[in-house]
T-cell receptor, first 108, second 114 residues
Framework: EDQVTQSPEALRLQEGESSSLNCSYT??????LFWYRQDPGKGPEFLFT?????EEKEKERLKATLTKKESFLHITAPKPEDSATYLC?????????WGAGTKLIIKP | KAGVTQTPRYLIKTRGQQVTLSCSPI?????VSWYQQTPGQGLQFLFE???????NKGNFPGRFSGRQFSNSRSEMNVSTLELGDSALYLC?????????????FGPGTRLTVL
C-alpha cells in the first residue's frame, strides 16, 4: 500500500536555527514527490517536485532532496515568515497521497 | 495568470441539507481534483475530473459527487450533510491528468455543518 509518513509532527526553532523535515514513503512506482506549504485557513502552496533519487531543488531558504525511500526539506536560517505546515505527497494512480504534515514554528 | 478560484469561501449548513461547491481551474488546465481536509484525517482525495470525465475516485460515500463542465470548471455536491462533513474542501488543477503533473490549489471552501 502506498504510504507517506512525515516527521516530526511539530518543530519549534529559533530564528536562524537551521533544521530538516523528513518525509518517508512507500510506493509501488514513484510518479513524483511533492512538497507544499500551507498557512492556516489557506490552500497548500506548491514548493517543489522531485522525480528521481539524487535530485535536489532549492528556493530561497528551502532545499528539497530525494532518496529511494525518503525526502528531506532542509530549511537554512529560517525567519518567522517561514512558519507554516509543510506537507509532503507522492503521485500515485492519478492522485496525490499525503503525509500528515509538519507544523513549523519559527520564533523571533 | 489567475490562480484556482473557489466559491463560496465559507458555508454554514445544517444536517440533512445539501451543498454545491464550485471551482474554476487555472486557464489551460483540464484536470480538476477535489480534496477534503480535516484536522483528524488530513488531506484526503475525493475525485478527479479530466475533460468532463471522472478519472479516479477516493473512498468516500456516494453522497459526495462531482462534475466538470466543458470549460473545465468543476462543481462538487454533498447531499444529506452530516456533522462529520465539516471540513475545508480544496480544489486543485493541473494541465493533464497524469500524476506527475504539479497540482495547484485554490483557497478552499470552509464548510461547517451544524
Amino acid at each position: 500500500e502506498d504510504q507517506v509518513t512525515q516527521s516530526p509532527e511539530a518543530l519549534r526553532l529559533q530564528e536562524g536555527e537551521s533544521s530538516s523535515l523528513n518525509c518517508s514513503y512507500t510506493v509501488s512506482g514513484l510518479r513524483g514527490l511533492f512538497w507544499y506549504r500551507q498557512d492556516p485557513g489557506k490552500g497548500p502552496e506548491f514548493l517543489f517536485t522531485l522525480y528521481s533519487a539524487g535530485e535536489e531543488k532549492e528556493k530561497e531558504r528551502l532545499k528539497a532532496t530525494l532518496t529511494k525511500k525518503e525526502s528531506f526539506l532542509h530549511i537554512t536560517a529560517p525567519k518567522p515568515e517561514d512558519s507554516a505546515t509543510y506537507l509532503c505527497a507522492i503521485g500515485s494512480n492519478y492522485q496525490l497521497i499525503w503525509g500528515a504534515g509538519t507544523k513549523l514554528i519559527i520564533k523571533p | 495568470k489567475a490562480g484556482v478560484t473557489q466559491t463560496p469561501r465559507y458555508l454554514i449548513k445544517t444536517r440533512g441539507q445539501q451543498v454545491t461547491l464550485s471551482c474554476s481551474p487555472i486557464s489551460g488546465h483540464r484536470s480538476v481534483s477535489w480534496y477534503q481536509q480535516t484536522p483528524g484525517q488530513g488531506l484526503q482525495f475525493l475525485f478527479e475530473y479530466f475533460s468532463e470525465t471522472q478519472r479516479n475516485k477516493g473512498n468516500f460515500p456516494g453522497r459526495f459527487s462531482g462534475r466538470q463542465f466543458s470549460n473545465s470548471r468543476s462543481e462538487m455536491n454533498v447531499s444529506t450533510l452530516e456533522l462529520g462533513d465539516s471540513a475545508l474542501y480544496l480544489c486543485a488543477s493541473r494541465r493533464t491528468s497524469g500524476s506527475t503533473d504539479t497540482q495547484y490549489f485554490g483557497p478552499g471552501t470552509r464548510l461547517t455543518v451544524l
